[in-house]
């Protein structure tokens, strides 16, 4: 199949699945871009279920040539703070690289997914928060795959932990998810975090952490964890992050390389201050 052949294609087996979003779908301009929003749309909205397997072949095809479009970034082609700073003697700084840029483009052997208590990846049609990009760039199979851990557990996700899956079409081997922190407003208006809010951002760190060196994973890149739609402050949580971070690797002494993904450049000016790269 062509590209918008393919897309018509998935978008057709998903409304036959979900037929209330037809007339939707019906007033939606003729043309490829539209369909491919449409696309992600509906794949946002899917619950987890069964999955066809003609269906499985040709969105993996779609996301696999997407991804190959947009740029795949090898690690190695990325220079650690030590390189950049030409600091070659301080041990975190070699261990550790800042990064801006799309991270479902990392090749590392995890990103992490900052996603909510449900575990499932956002359903608010083509929403730009970093569960529903990584969500949408992997494929259906990942909110399976989390549907599966929940069924398992239970219970909703607890704050400051982590779970594992694959990455299934993104070019990181896994995805890590921990739901960070939601701050509250004051009467102010202002976004301000408790002591306990800052432990559970540790946590996060911390546990995606410890559940790479428990898989044996050699490379991390962190999204700047409940920044966005859960409100921290975007330098207080930096702060946690390379603390925790640094404080993680000396004591553990685990081979691991860890990226700081940044995507915005108000949160890449924050971390070249902190990280002493001006």
């Not at 946690?240 to 450049?265: M, P, Q």
């Amino acid at each position: 199949m062509k590209r918008d052949e393919r897309i018509r294609f998935l978008n057709d087996i998903l409304l036959e699945e979900m037929p209330r979003f037809r007339s939707e779908a019906e007033k939606l301009p003729d043309t490829e871009e539209a369909r491919r929003r449409l696309l992600r749309a509906l794949m946002n909205v899917r619950p987890p279920m069964p999955l066809r397997a003609d269906f499985l072949a040709e969105q993996d095809k779609l996301l696999q040539e997407e991804t190959e479009a947009r740029g795949v970034v090898a690690l190695d082609a990325l220079p650690t703070v030590a390189e950049q700073k030409r600091n070659g003697n301080d041990a975190f700084e070699s261990r550790v690289i800042l990064w801006q840029g799309d991270i479902t483009r990392l090749a590392v052997d995890a990103i992490v997914n900052a996603a909510n208590s449900a575990l499932l990846g956002c359903f608010v049609p083509g929403h730009l928060c970093i569960d529903n990009v990584i969500h949408s760039a992997a494929g259906l199979q990942l909110r399976d795959a989390c549907a599966a851990i929940m069924r398992a557990q239970g219970h909703d996700e607890e704050t400051g932990g982590a779970k594992l899956t694959p990455g299934f079409n993104l070019p990181a081997r896994f995805v890590l998810h921990t739901v960070g922190p939601i701050v509250a407003p004051d009467a102010a208006g202002n976004f301000t975090p408790t002591e306990n809010d800052a432990a559970l951002l540790a946590s996060c760190y911390r546990s995606c952490l410890d559940l790479a060196a428990k898989h044996d994973l050699k490379s991390v890149a962190f999204c700047c964890i409940s920044t966005g739609e859960f409100h921290y402050p975007k330098r207080a949580a930096a702060e946690i992050a390379i603390r925790t971070v640094r404080d993680w690797l000396e004591e553990t002494g685990a081979d691991i390389k860890v990226v700081f993904n940044v995507f915005k450049d108000e949160d890449a000016a924050i971390y070249r201050e902190l990280l002493g790269m001006r």
